[in-house]
């Protein structure tokens, strides 16, 4: 028989030795039992003329087949004679007459047992002794089968299971990051310490301006850490009034103040097996910070009014935006507290330090706000990206973004134009940069940006062919040097002069005239 076989699972291959076995040993049974290394043997494979749907999952106790024990443990195989007295191996299930055939062998590798090879056959005396010996030796063989079989399928499901894990983790961490918009090296710093202490109890201080996105830092750490599936519970320190603040965060028992109707409980323990977010946390009255000193420090605290200490298990994630040195030196911040809370600080850059990412921000925005409002037909005009650009943004990326809602409703479906951002009110935005790789990639990601495209879309090729054409005028048409184009724009020269080609740029048009 000519059989081309690439790749065999373990089923068809024990079906396949199987009936090679058949043309040497005339068999009507032949069945592979797994032993659990216990007191059970398990059907694995059958074959022949007797073999049915009765054997599928089949056991035998060794408890009550002492014989098949004995057999076991003795390691060689065994022809039962007609003289001999004994119960057949599946009479519980198939019926066999009086005096058949009978072999078994024990499966055996080195030290360990395998399993057991059966073969029956309702005529006696169709086993010939002799082949006791080639018996033994195929046992051996389905024996290491076998073994190699457990060893591929562990290793089968490891890989499908790291597969998954890292899968998982990869999704997770997409999701994670949702909020969490750039690509600056400033900002890829950050996304590495949110990554780094993520896996870990620390508590994790995030020091940063208004508007930066401390929240959503402290949500990232949540939501790649173990407790992703618990609360996170934030707490914002600054809205918390003196005479309150103790219950809000600890609760209260029932008649502990006036008011107090019933027992409540405070963030602390709502936020027990999960994380519990301090925004804020410079803002917090002095008074309430012993307290949260000996609760982060022993995980027990008691309940106002209340006498009976609770025990929670709670990460925490603090946020300010003062200067906590600062704060210690003038009193109004406990200099212990501050080294509970700072195990790993994560300081979060304005956004006029990563002004690279605000092209990426204004787009996701834009693209958000389109998405969400059904508006496919809002787009910038040339004038209002540069504005964009050019901004520094005091209220850093809280600020562009309500600027990017404001501008969407004024503009309703069409395009939004400087006026409607409501930057003349920032009498301190900076001269627009300087044009670079950075901003010219920028411009091109705006016109393939989903939603960008079509009739309205904002022409910012042509704003890039003419920063080219400016800095070729300047440099003469000299591409190469630092005096060059390229050095101007900030351009590799080989990028600068694909970019020429591509927007059809003569470089001779700028040539200087030679000199007789």
């Not at 003469?476 to 591509?502: C, E, F, H, R, V």
């Amino acid at each position: 028989m000519d059989t081309n076989i690439s790749v065999v699972d373990s089923d068809a291959m024990l079906e396949l030795i199987l009936q090679s076995i058949q043309k040497l040993i005339d068999y009507e049974l032949a069945v592979i039992l797994r032993y659990d290394g216990q007191e059970t043997l398990s059907v694995t494979k059958a074959a022949g003329p007797l073999a049915d749907a009765t054997l599928a999952g089949y056991t035998i106790s060794l408890k009550h087949r002492r014989d098949l024990a004995a057999i076991l443990q003795g390691r060689r195989p065994h022809l039962f004679s007609e003289s001999e007295d004994h119960i057949d191996t599946y009479a519980d299930i198939i019926n066999l007459p009086l005096n058949h055939s009978c072999l078994v062998s024990p499966l055996v590798l080195g030290d360990d047992t395998v399993g057991l090879l059966t073969f029956d056959h309702r005529m006696c005396n169709r086993f010939n002794p002799q082949i006791i010996g080639f018996i033994e030796m195929i046992s051996t063989l389905v024996a290491a089968l076998l073994v190699q079989f457990d060893v591929s399928n562990e290793l089968i499901e490891r890989t499908a299971r790291l597969l998954s894990e890292r899968n998982s983790l990869l999704a997770s961490e997409s999701n994670a990051f949702r909020n969490l918009i750039g690509n600056s090296p400033q900002w890829v710093r950050v996304l590495d310490s949110i990554r780094l202490v993520a896996a870990t109890e620390a508590p994790v201080l995030v020091l940063g301006e208004t508007g930066t996105g401390k929240e959503e830092v402290a949500r990232a750490v949540h939501r790649l850490s173990s407790r992703v599936d618990r609360p996170f519970v934030p707490v914002n320190c600054s809205a918390l009034s003196t005479s309150l603040a103790e219950s809000e965060l600890f609760g209260h028992e029932k008649g502990s103040f006036t008011g107090a109707l019933a027992m409540r409980k405070g963030r602390f323990e709502l936020a027990d097996k999960g994380t519990l977010f301090l925004d804020e946390v410079g803002d917090l009255p002095m008074e309430l910070q012993p307290k949260l000193l000996r609760t982060l420090s022993d995980g027990i605290f008691e309940r106002v009014g209340g006498e009976k200490p609770v025990k929670v298990d709670v990460r925490i994630i603090a946020a300010t935006n003062i200067d906590l040195a600062k704060a210690i030196q003038d009193g109004r911040f406990r200099e212990d507290l501050y080294y509970r809370l700072s195990v790993f600080p994560i300081a979060l850059p304005p956004l006029r330090e990563r002004t690279s990412d605000i092209e990426m921000l204004a787009l996701h925005f834009l693209n958000s706000i389109k998405e969400r409002t059904g508006n496919s037909g809002l787009h910038f005009t040339e004038q209002a990206f540069q504005a964009i650009l050019a901004h520094p943004w005091p209220g850093n990326v809280r600020e562009l973004k309500n600027a990017l809602e404001r501008a969407a409703i004024l503009a309703g479906s069409g395009e939004i134009r400087p006026e409607h951002l409501g930057l003349r009110l920032y009498p301190l935005a900076r001269q627009a940069p300087r044009p670079s790789a950075n901003l010219a990639s920028a411009a091109e990601r705006q016109t393939a940006y989903p939603g960008a495209a079509g009739e309205g879309a904002l022409p910012l090729q042509g704003t890039i062919k003419k920063r080219i054409e400016e800095a070729l005028e300047t440099s003469g048409g000299k591409i190469y040097g630092p005096d060059g184009a390229a050095a101007a724009l900030n351009l590799k020269p080989s990028t600068l002069q694909s970019k020429m080609k591509k927007l059809g740029i003569q470089r001779e048009r700028f040539l200087a005239p030679r000199r007789e």
